[in-house]
């Protein structure tokens, strides 16, 4: 694990590892304990055109080259990443502070998308489409944008940008990627390496590690990129929304949420407290798809309510790297500051504590609140850590109310005895995503992803991932001579 934050803690542009030409370094640290992992010079915006112009030079001869061509890079991708995947899981403990369940998870889900990138290869079909003029062919390819910039976030960096970086490879774009301060290798450098060790040509995909502090929007603004795919929270998404549209560049953006899990007077509890326990502290809250909002029918709220508290009470906090650790540390400090500050906000406003973690370090023990009044504005707000809001509902009416009050429209997910029940509450309820007798958190590569609302603005995963990174040019022949009317 150690050659990761060594030999990797560089900038890679061009398909060579240098040092960036910044005045400061970024500090990659364990945010359990502490440890300082690597330093890294940070990138100039000389080196994003760098990367940028390198992507486009390259990016036509890999087009050009096919998608069986293409293909067998990917393929050797996948092998590669079988083989490290207990490296790579080591990594993820300790860049980000995900225990081993989390690890397995995203790199499972990794796999899996990039078997689907595999295949995205040969998806592309081009189209001959009738005119009223039966002497022309109107053909219809569907081509590569060009070059794509991702910028991936920090709670699951190697998934979110293999989950952009796989398929705009796999369908003749290069990649320039720009991963998070905090997990600049999970997030960036490990996956240029997986594809460097798979035959990619240089130039095809390149990582920069920098701050906006140093470069401002010089990312998001060159001209080179025809796409800019960004997750993040909805601030930053804003932000990057605004500068695309006057570029006229496409941005596919997968921002945060507010997501609520219901669970319906006939809900099987067990099982609902599971998958709410699952959907709100799977590592450690900090997941987009999270269900901030816990929301109960009155009629069976003291049962589900004891057994949530005492479940929650079970799960184990502390070394990630140790098996029986379900939550770990946060990704850093202010994190940790943001998450005890909205318990003690919530707390003041006349929310009542079932469970009140504490917080050491970056260590932030989860939370229960119930009784915060309707008004409150953290209820309609994402929080990104181990913190649950109890509320409970008389009827479905107020039930969908309740889960809808709010910017965000990420997942969701009901329980109930009646599944057909369940299919209508979630057809009622503004959300991209909608889960019916499970959690919240899920992705599946064929399954559009995405959000409505403030969470987000287009769709990855299967033929929306086509959509994303490709475009459409209409050719048409004219057999014979056309007519003209002067």
Known sequence: MSSYFTELAQQYIDGEWRPGTGSWDIIDFNPYDG???????????????????????????WAEAGAYARRVVLEKALRLLEE????????????????????????????????????????????????????KENRLYRVPVGVVGVISPFNFPFLLTLKSVAPALALGNAVVVKPHQD??????????????????????????????????????????????????????GRHVATVCA??????????????????????????????????????????????????????????????????????????????????GPVINASQAESISGTVEQAIAEGATALVHGTT????????????????????????????????TFDGEEEAVRLVNDTPYGLSGAVHTADVERGVRFAQRIDTGMFHVNDGTVHDEPLVPFGGEKNS???????????????????????????????
């Open 35 to 61: 440890e300082k992992l690597a330093a890294i010079t940070i990138a100039t915006s000389d080196e994003i055109d760098e990367a940028y112009r390198a992507a486009a030079r390259a990016q036509r001869a």
């Open 84 to 135: 490290r995947e207990e490296e790579l899981a080591e990594v993820i403990v300790a860049e980000l502070g995900g225990t081993r369940v989390k690890a397995a998870f995203e790199l499972h889900l990794a796999k899996e998308f990039l078997r689907e990138a595999v295949n995205l290869t040969l998806r592309p079909e081009d189209r001959l489409i009738a005119s009223p003029d039966p002497r």
């Open 183 to 236: 997990t600049p290798i999970t997030g960036g450098s490990a996956l240029a390496k997986l594809f460097e060790d798979a035959g990619l040509p240089a130039g095809l995909l390149n990582v920069v590690v920098t701050d906006i502090a140093e470069i401002g929007d010089s990312f998001i603004d060159h001209p080179v990129p025809k796409v800019i795919s960004f997750t993040g929270s909805d601030r930053i």
């Open 246 to 327: 006057r570029n006229f560049k496409r941005a596919i953006l997968e921002l945060g949420g507010n997501s609520a899990l219901v669970v319906l007077d006939d809900a099987d509890i067990d099982y609902a407290v599971d998958a709410a326990v699952f959907s709100r502290y799977v590592h450690q809250g900090q997941v987009c798809m999270a269900a901030n909002r816990v929301l109960v029918d009155r009629s069976i709220a003291d049962e589900f309510t004891e057994k949530f508290v005492a479940k929650v009470k079970s799960l184990r906090a502390g070394d990630p790297r140790d098996p029986d650790t379900v939550i």
């Open 360 to 391: 050491t370090g970056n260590l932030v023990e989860p939370s229960v609140l119930t009784g915060l009044p309707a008004d409150s504005p953290l209820l309609r707000q994402e929080v990104f850590g181990p913190v649950a809001f109890l509320l």
């Open 456 to 486: 987000g603005v287009g769709r990855l995963n299967g033929e929306s991932t086509v959509d994303a990174f490709t475009t459409l040019k209409w050719i048409s022949v004219q057999h014979g001579r056309s007519g003209f009317p002067f």
